[in-house]
């Protein structure tokens, strides 16, 4: 199935970059789009720089090869370590969500004290600290990895007392430091946002990466004059494993079915 | 760095199979030891059977380079779906984590009522209730997936209210089963196992899979005349992935440091 050269591309090393896709059909619903899910290679975030660059490029190949004219890396892992490098090897556009969820919170915080929450990998890899601190040097950050939330997620675990606790410790030291921003860095935590919003309470703006980067994929389309005209879009889902268990819990992320799911061999 | 024919070869998908070390080495002090862990692909537990077995293969491969004489399957989910397959493969014995958890567990159990916990992946493959079944049919198992224990053990959260509460949210179901065994069906969990005996209660049996392997590895060394006769043992430890975290967190797991992770590409 070729969606021609008018779908987007997006992949992430398995289910969280649902929550990215999601936002693109909201603000773009015209729009075809091929999604791509590593799940034989899921997760990225406890994989070397090298090897999640390898794994990114070979899922840019197989979008490539489905004809995309845009590339959106929905994992936070490979933004960190990958974006670049696919912008200079790529003849098509490349959004991660890194850079539009720094963004983001460089516009909202006031008090210029932001905390971000995201796996061990884009913790570790500090691409928020860097990415924020390039737009306003003025800010702190301060970062923790949780990953027991992606685990969370994927049970659907995401209201009651077990979640609760979990994202009240992780986010205690961050709200110590008297953040007024959190930037959710991992795809999945969006599925998790009620709680932790009635975590850190009212004084605390929470930046949803998935919404700030389905306004940026806008502005590149516009910018380049490849937006679609509108028609007939598609929606397209490949996965490298599992295909069944993706389609199940991906419902869940998208907050509708999905009704096909292709397996491919890479 | 050969080991020579005299060494037991171990594999997991990434760090947890180092408690089934431990008990080896802890049972069989003179024994040298190649562990393989497949760090690039972890977890296992996600994935689907022909993935696994297609992994379990190349892990296999690259152990019987270093000339082992017996190969230890220490990843639940690796037993559940390629023991056989590597048995009818190899030349060299194969031992799994299932067979000597689930022949443990109907050796303990008198009431026939059994638990076994596990990841998502062994838990649907329903491999400890066939295994179990197979010895004693007389008995009754009821299996609960437990996907957050492993990023809990990985976090070294191990005590305190929120795994506390985690472990108690897992298990209620199955003690209300009235079990009177639980077979730790994943090799993370021993590092819970605390919590885990407080949350049963003194009248059920625990049974760590890895003690009960350690005991069967010594009983087929034994058996075909292949236990070494001492001298100076030697540890190896290969990653497909990430070494100096595989060093750092594997400590936990193993009780003493590791000196030196070698990285290998496959």
């Given at each position: 199935m070729d969606n021609g050269p008018d779908a987007i591309g997006i992949f992430d090393s398995g289910i969280g970059g649902l929550t990215v896709l999601r936002r693109?059909?909201?603000?773009?619903?015209?729009?075809?789009?091929?999604?791509?899910g590593d799940t034989a290679r899921v997760p990225y975030g406890t994989k070397s720089p090298d090897t999640v660059r390898r794994y990114a490029m070979a899922c840019a190949r197989v979008l490539l090869g489905r004809g995309i004219k845009m590339?959106?890396?929905?994992?936070?892992?490979?933004?960190?370590?990958?974006?670049?490098?696919?912008?200079?090897?790529?003849?098509?556009?490349?959004?991660?969500?890194?850079?539009?969820?720094?963004?983001a919170a460089a516009s909202c915080t006031v008090s210029g004290r932001i905390g971000v929450i995201g796996t061990r990998g884009t913790v570790a890899s500090g691409v928020y600290e860097r990415a924020i601190a390039a737009i306003r040097p003025d800010t702190?950050?301060?970062?923790r990895a949780c990953p027991l939330l992606v685990p969370l997620?994927?049970?659907?675990?995401?209201?009651?007392?077990?979640?609760e606790q979990v994202v009240a410790a992780y986010?205690?030291?961050?709200l110590e430091h008297e953040i007024?921003?959190?930037?959710?860095?991992?795809?999945?935590?969006?599925?998790?946002?009620?709680?932790?919003?009635?975590?850190?309470?009212?004084?605390?703006?929470?930046?949803?990466?998935?919404?700030?980067?389905?306004?940026?994929?806008?502005?590149?389309?516009?910018a380049a004059?490849?937006?679609?005209?509108?028609?007939?879009?598609?929606?397209?889902?490949?996965?490298?494993?599992?295909?069944?268990?993706?389609?199940?819990?991906?419902?869940?992320?998208l907050n509708h079915g999905i009704d096909d799911v292709e397996w491919v061999d890479f």
């Open positions: 693109i059909v909201e603000r773009l619903p015209g729009e075809s789009t091929v999604y791509l590339l959106v890396v929905a994992c936070n892992t490979a933004s960190a370590h990958a974006v670049e490098y696919l912008q200079d090897a790529l003849d098509v556009p490349v959004v991660g969500v890194v850079e539009p969820g720094a963004r702190r950050v301060w970062s997620a994927e049970e659907g675990w995401v209201r009651g007392p077990v979640p986010l205690s030291e961050l007024d921003t959190l930037v959710l860095g991992c795809t999945h935590y969006p599925l998790l946002s009620d709680i932790i919003r009635a975590a850190v309470g009212p004084s605390v703006q929470i930046v949803d990466s998935a919404e700030a980067t389905a306004a940026v994929v806008e502005e590149v389309l516009v004059g490849i937006a679609s005209s509108g028609g007939n879009a598609q929606r397209t889902y490949l996965v490298s494993d599992a295909p069944e268990s993706f389609a199940k819990t991906g419902r869940e992320f």
